[in-house]
């Protein structure tokens, strides 16, 4: 594997409350520069958290997506505050968004979207043994809570409203973890 390409320059070209915008110079291995565009994060990390009410059950939200501009079917997912591991923040985000806190939680894996040009990273987090707890959360509106058998992930993926790559995969990743953990 060639050696990662030396960063020549960096520069913010725009930065919200969520994102910068940037351009990195890059000269590779070989000798050839480019400028690559990326979009970095401005805070801490992000969970998207599996909440499993039973062996077979997991727990939806159906909330508006201002990316799309309609509502989708999705997991509960959340920034992970300042000082916050990813474990505590998917049991505050289960909490705000679903009213429900988690005796066990799993850190299946990171998953990025489009790594070319997007730095963000989101652990995807296996949460069981749930009991209910209400905390406030940020959300405009109340979110449905749209509970769904995890062995007919099939029938879920057909749903228009079921678009989001990360949770898909993280459904495939909770049920191969749940076929092969001893509890």
Known sequence: ?????KILNRNVIAK??????ETLDLQFSNGAKRTYERIGRTSGGA???IPMLDDNTVLLIREYAGGTERYELALPKGRTETGENSLDAANRELMEEIGYGAAKLDHLTSLTIAPGYLE???????????????LEGDEPEALEIVPWPLDRISELIQKDEFSEA????ALFLAKDFLQHDIH
């Open 47 to 49: 969970v998207l958290i």
């Open 166 to 169: 990360r949770s898909l995969a």
């Open 16 to 21: 919200s409350k969520l994102f910068t915008i």
């Open 120 to 134: 963000h990273a989101t652990d995807i987090i296996l949460a069981r043994d749930l009991y209910e707890k209400k």
């Open 1 to 5: 594997m060639p050696d990662k390409p």
